[in-house]
């Protein structure tokens, strides 16, 4: 049987008996993909210490027709990104992305600029102080690779553009309303020509630059709402990292 060989971003990893693991992971070449780790704790050889959270990895496996599981070989560590396992909030911070691509991605789906997103952002978050500004960018980013980001350019409407101060998102039609439109439309949220600019801004940016982009207090507050409820379109879940993502926030707030 054929050995495939790929570059793997570790998005899980779930022991199974007393050696195994079962591992989930975003490959370069063949998107998410679960496959089998024989031995996984035992054998430093093949596995060592590659199958941690976050973990960029070149990855061997095989797989068997009458088999779900792919079967790892042998896994060499690419970049550990040690620091998400040094700062409890950064781990935290990448826990979230990781848990959005296993929500919203399928089986064995290619998308190479998804995996370079990801594993740009667990960089960022990696090297840099904490800031929320990284994760509503990565969301806004991942919509838009994903084929659904919301439209901020004109009203959803009337299809005018926006040039005024009150307006409204909606989660369910991904776009924004102006004030005389809004009265028709159901479950909006109110949504600043500021806060609309600065999305704008996050989708179009070049990757490189998004690590200094800043967002005003008022902007993240109503992007974090915008992009929550977006989110909720799609996945209609709560997320476990979100939840404590808003704890640790919660506990440091004085």
């Not at 060499?76 to 700062?87: A, H, K, M, Q, V």
């Not at 299809?159 to 005024?164: D, I, N, R, T, V």
């Not at 809004?182 to 704008?200: E, H, M």
């Not at 800043?214 to 709402?225: H, P, R, W």
Request: some cysteine; glycine content about 6%; charged content about 25%.
């Amino acid at each position: 049987m054929p050995i495939y060989k790929t570059k793997a971003i570790v998005l899980r990893a779930t022991p199974y008996g007393e050696a195994d693991r079962i591992v989930s992971l975003y490959t370069f070449d063949f998107g998410k993909i679960k496959g089998f780790a024989k031995g996984a704790k035992r054998s430093q050889k093949r596995f060592g210490n590659t199958l941690e959270i976050g973990s960029y990895i070149s990855v061997s496996f095989f797989e068997k027709e009458t088999v779900e599981l792919v079967r790892l070989s042998h896994c060499d560590l690419l970049r550990s990104l040690e620091g998400l396992r040094e700062d409890i909030k950064k781990l935290a911070w990448a826990s979230y992305l990781i848990e959005l691509i296993n929500e919203l991605t399928g089986e064995r789906i290619q998308n190479k600029a998804l995996f370079r997103l990801l594993l740009f952002f667990l960089y960022l978050i990696d090297r840099e102080p904490p800031r929320e500004e990284i994760l509503r960018v990565f969301e806004i980013r991942l919509f838009s690779i994903l084929g659904y980001e919301p439209q901020f350019g004109a009203c959803r409407q009337c299809q005018k553009a926006l040039s005024e101060e009150k307006l409204f998102f909606s989660a369910r039609d991904g776009g924004v309303f102006c004030s005389s439109c809004a009265a028709r439309a159901p479950g909006l949220v109110p949504i600043s020509l500021g806060a609309i600019k600065t999305l704008r801004l996050a989708q179009t940016l070049p990757l490189e630059k998004v690590g200094r982009i800043s967002f005003s207090a008022q902007t993240l507050k109503e992007s974090e709402t915008v992009l929550s409820n977006f989110l909720n379109q799609y996945i209609g879940k709560d997320l476990k990292s979100k939840k404590f993502l808003a704890q640790l926030s919660a506990s440091s707030t004085p």
